[in-house]
């Protein structure tokens, strides 16, 4: 059996797929022709780190069908899109050039945000609003492949099955849009938990958050540090992906909950993994911070449209059908992670170092 790299089965992968789709899905992307050449390294250096972190963690996963290999990388396509598959014994998170240039487009309105002085007790100077700038890339970057990879971890997908996540509203694809309700949703919601944990097991209180905290000279602590900028990156995320009319009468049908009730998980499961692994920070994660930054995140858009919408779900999950559909989420949810139970990965003990 011949060693073939990751990258090589990545790109053949999608010249077995029906026309439709290789119509809309080229390949993997070459970063030398990406549209906005100044992020390339910037897009590669992302690529290499959570690359070396999955191979890292590869030998811990105890799956159900064995031996499990991850490999991320990036897709030639226009749309907003991020999608999972297995192919040759390989799992694979691809990130569509098309959502590649739209974050960068969202991290840009970021970049001119003055609010973000206070929120984040920095001094916004060139050189601090551009590396904001791109750890507001990584985190988001960070965010959609442990998503993905937290749908294989919890059993969600076939690591065979082609599966997309995030249509975009503008889509050229003629497939018809599933709708599996409440089980679809919460299974969007416990990928995004899956996420939140994995990166802040990354950046709270390692040298990775040290680095960030120290580039940016904020006079925050570093573990509120870098849980204001998880929540900046996860809202300008949800914000700015699919900006749509809110209509109630969607809520249930849809296939993904809407972008505040996504966010408002989120910050559920951000207090849940300060309770597990700093208790008392939690106090940080209040509702009124939650609002401050997710105001932030909607005055830098300056869409009317968007903010409509969002002010529709705001006052959609203040009502009574709301909070009863937040909790039947919630419900659903604890159903799920027992259904899912025999299909799940898990992490092992990472290997103990012998002392020479």
Request: glycine share 8%; proline share 4%; hydrophobic share 40%.
């Amino acid at each position: 059996m011949t060693n073939v790299p990751h990258e090589v089965i990545f790109h053949r992968y999608f010249s077995q797929l029906p026309k439709y789709l290789r119509d809309v899905y080229r390949g993997r992307l070459d970063l030398d022709r990406f549209e906005i050449p100044e992020l390339a390294n910037a897009f590669s250096g992302i690529q290499d780190e959570i690359n070396s972190r999955w191979t890292q963690h590869a030998p811990r996963i105890l799956a159900p069908s064995g031996e499990v290999k991850l490999h991320f990388d990036y897709i030639e396509a226009p749309d907003l899109n991020a999608i999972t598959f297995g192919h040759e014994g390989i799992s694979f998170v691809g990130v569509t050039s098309g959502m590649l240039a739209h974050i960068a487009r969202t991290s840009e309105a970021m970049w001119r945000l003055n609010l973000l002085s206070e929120l984040l007790g920095v001094e916004l100077s060139g050189e601090v609003r551009d590396f904001l700038f791109q750890a507001v890339l990584l985190f988001q970057l960070q965010f959609l492949s442990s998503h993905e990879l937290g749908h294989l971890f919890h059993g969600h997908v076939d690591r065979q099955a082609f599966q997309e996540e995030y249509l975009s509203a503008t889509s050229t694809m003629n497939t018809p849009s599933h709708s599996g309700g409440m089980r679809d949703q919460v299974r969007e919601v416990e990928a995004d938990g899956y996420a939140v944990h994995s990166i802040l097991d990354n950046f709270v209180a390692t040298e990775n958050g040290r680095f960030i905290h120290g580039r940016i000279r904020s006079t925050l602590p570093q573990e509120e540090c870098i849980l204001t900028l998880l929540l900046l990156s996860v809202g300008f995320l949800f914000f700015f992906l699919r900006p749509r009319p809110f209509e109630v009468s969607g809520v249930r049908p849809s296939d993904h909950p809407f972008g505040l009730a996504r966010m408002n998980i989120v910050l559920h499961d951000v207090i849940a993994w300060c309770q597990l692994n700093r208790p008392g920070l939690e106090a940080w994660a209040s509702f009124e911070k939650f609002q401050e930054i997710m105001w932030a995140v909607s005055a830098a858009s300056g869409n009317a449209e968007q903010l409509e919408a969002w002010l529709k779900q705001g006052e959609f999950l203040k009502s009574a059908e709301g909070k009863k559909y937040l909790g039947d989420l919630y419900a659903e949810r604890e159903r799920l992670r027992s259904d899912m139970t025999e299909f799940q990965w898990k992490l092992g003990r990472p290997p103990e170092r012998v002392s020479s």
